[in-house]
């Protein structure tokens, strides 16, 4: 570990202290993995995300930094962050910032919290969702494998607290697997949310290459399948990365899979490689390109399908229901 003015600097890929007292790997992945380089290339125009700018962006942006408050929306350099703060929407992540498993195509932090969870978060959490003044709340968490339930009812308690405060607020919860404990998937969906998401990330063929082990294609589904079951009024949703060596008939099998355990909402993006560490690029997908399988999606029967290359799962949540693509559009031009 490498130092300046005697402060710890930690590279992507080292394994470092936490100072809860447990170690953890930098971004999730260890270095030296021996993935080869970006196959696909420079990056093409059409991933060039907009500066944020705008009264709302500027207005969440000074209460998060008042405040000291963590958003996914900053801590993931979100492309999006200032188009989805100015419509008042903004995404927190739940249950710390160090992650069980180390699937290779996330930054997330990996190690093992030995069970801690701070109990203050339900508190904490609705209080930030009230300073930041938002209308639409996206609640995610990292894996939380050292947990019996993965911390299904820590994530509950944190919903209720937020609703509390913040009756008006709509909230998304983006959960784990849960390791496919249908018991934890219940207790999440069944506060008072009004959209249950999880993320299949790939399709069934990729996922051993792409997720952590303990996750699996099928189990995903099944969370999924279970969560529409229990709460039929709840919309379910996941998302899809492409750009990491799938087929096109791969994406629409994985489309038919959802569709046929009632998942209402797809969101499709382009997988983008966040260190040296992680999966390279296999290739980048047209905008058009993710336009025809929106097409293919809604004709599916998804009540929506949120598709271009910077999206991701929670961009534009609180359009998800206009129709309309939350305002995409081609940039063939480019």
């Known amino acids: 570990m490498s130092k300046f003015k005697d402060i710890p600097i930690i590279t992507s890929g080292e394994k470092y202290l936490v100072p809860g007292g447990y170690s953890a790997i930098k971004n999730g992945v260890s270095k030296n993995r021996g993935f080869s380089d970006v196959a696909a290339g420079r990056k093409p125009a059409w991933l060039r995300a907009r500066l944020p700018t705008g009264a709302g962006y500027a207005r969440i942006r000074s209460n998060v930094r008042t405040q000291h408050l963590a958003t996914v ?104 697997d849960f390791r496919g404990r249908i018991d934890a998937v219940h207790t999440v969906v069944d506060t008072l949310l009004e959209v249950f998401a999880h993320n299949m990330e790939t399709v069934e063929s990729l996922t051993a290459r792409v997720r952590d082990a303990r996750a699996d294609y099928r189990q995903s589904l099944r969370v999924l399948e279970a969560a529409k079951r229990r709460r039929p009024d709840v919309l379910t949703k996941s998302s ?93 031009s480019l």
């Open 73 to 176: 929306c900053q801590e993931s350099m979100c492309p999006n962050i200032g188009e989805c703060w100015n419509s008042g929407t903004a995404t927190i992540m739940l249950m710390g910032s160090v992650c069980t498993r180390a699937c290779r195509f996330c930054a997330v932090d990996t190690g093992n919290p030995g069970g801690r969870l701070d109990p203050d978060e339900p508190a904490n959490a609705a209080e930030s969702v009230r300073l930041m003044g938002l209308r639409y709340l996206v609640l995610t968490s990292v894996d939380r494998d050292d947990i019996a339930d993965g911390g299904a009812a820590h994530y509950a308690a944190c919903i209720e607290k937020i609703r509390q405060v913040n009756a008006e607020t709509r909230i998304e919860a983006l959960t784990p």
């Open 240 to 332: 899809l990365m492409l750009g990491l060596g799938e087929t096109a008939a791969e994406i629409l099998q994985a489309m038919d899979d959802l569709r046929s355990i009632g998942v209402d909402i797809l969101t499709l993006g382009q997988y983008l490689r966040p260190t040296a560490h992680h999966l390279p690029v296999e290739r980048y997908v047209h905008p058009d390109e993710f336009l025809h399988y929106r097409q293919l999606g809604l004709a599916r029967g998804f009540t929506e399908v949120v598709s271009g290359p910077l999206v991701r799962s929670s961009y534009r949540a609180e359009q998800a229901l206009e129709g309309n693509n939350v305002g995409l559009e081609t940039v063939a």
